[in-house]
């Protein structure tokens, strides 16, 4: 499995507080059959200003780390971009930073508030040539209230990911309602770990993965967790990766009102 989402790297936000626990998150990782491990560090404006070129620096330190530990797991350089009004500015200067230099990059919105221009901020980061994809949107805590614009990113080309302690109750039963709601309505694309540490958050992925082969079938467990991952971080097109079952008609792989444009990017690049 590949786990496109986990604060693994240590001593830069609120996940792994140094090497020994990258190390044993690392060996769970490992253990649970996760092969490939996108390390993403917030990047909160005026929080965890962390940024592009020392994010990649600290995930080659950690991956030699690693190696010389003996611990089987390859790691790539991303981020937990925070929704911000220069988003798109530090993306393309290499200040904020997508999934391994790819044009996927997660997007976190602020988790108790809707912003006002949220459609505007995808709208910027897909005109930019970039493919979004929107973190937990089943732990936000206004999903209930503004679902509506959940649904407008998803039929507009944003890719869903949900987190995978979401499916067994750990951030609470409204989040476990809008994970399952949301798998079942076809719009979930990719489902990772979101670690923070060996104990509270760890980044387990078997069970969850058992958890939707029962669902929805191991074909789309594997999409969910190998598949569509591997697309995001191989930079392929949207369209090589697996559509989710039951999703809209008017929602195509690269599909969406906004995201034709992008899409004519993906076929002349």
């Not at 994010?55 to 937990?80: H, K, M, N, S, W």
């Not at 508030?113 to 206004?142: C, K, N, Q, S």
């Not at 489902?191 to 958050?201: L, N, T």
């Not at 995001?232 to 969406?256: C, F, K, V």
Request: charged letters at 20%; glycine letters at 8%; aromatic letters at 6%.
């Amino acid at each position: 499995m590949l786990d496109i989402h986990c604060h693994i790297l240590p001593g830069v936000d609120d996940g792994a507080g140094d090497l020994d626990q990258s190390l044993a998150m690392a060996r769970i990782a490992v253990a649970e059959g996760v092969t490939t491990i996108a390390c993403t560090p917030h990047m909160t404006p005026g929080v965890y200003d962390n940024r592009g070129p020392d994010v990649i620096a600290r995930v080659e330190a950690l991956q030699l780390a690693f190696d010389e530990a003996g611990v089987p797991l390859q790691l790539v350089a991303g981020a937990d971009v925070h929704v911000a009004p220069d988003v798109t500015a530090r993306l393309r200067s290499g200040e904020a930073l997508s999934l391994n230099g790819s044009r996927y990059v997660l997007v976190e919105p602020p988790h108790h508030v809707a912003p006002p221009r949220l459609d505007g901020v995808f709208f910027d980061i897909a005109a930019a040539g970039y493919h979004p994809i929107l973190t937990h949107p089943e732990r936000l805590t206004w999903i209930e209230r503004r679902f509506d614009v959940i649904e407008r990113l998803f039929r507009a080309g944003v890719w869903m990911q949900i987190t995978a302690g979401s499916l067994e109750g750990q951030f609470g039963s409204q989040a476990r309602y809008w994970a399952e709601r949301m798998l079942d309505e076809g719009m979930v694309h990719v489902v990772a770990s979101d670690a923070h540490d060996d104990r509270v958050r760890p980044p387990r992925l078997r069970k969850a993965h058992d958890m939707l082969a029962r669902r929805m079938g191991k074909a789309e467990a594997d999409n969910l967790l190998i598949h569509r991952p591997h697309v995001a971080l191989t930079n392929a097109p949207p369209s090589a990766a697996p559509a989710p079952p039951r999703a809209p008609a008017e929602t195509a792989a690269a599909g969406g009102s906004f995201w034709r444009s992008v899409a004519d990017l993906w076929r002349t690049a």
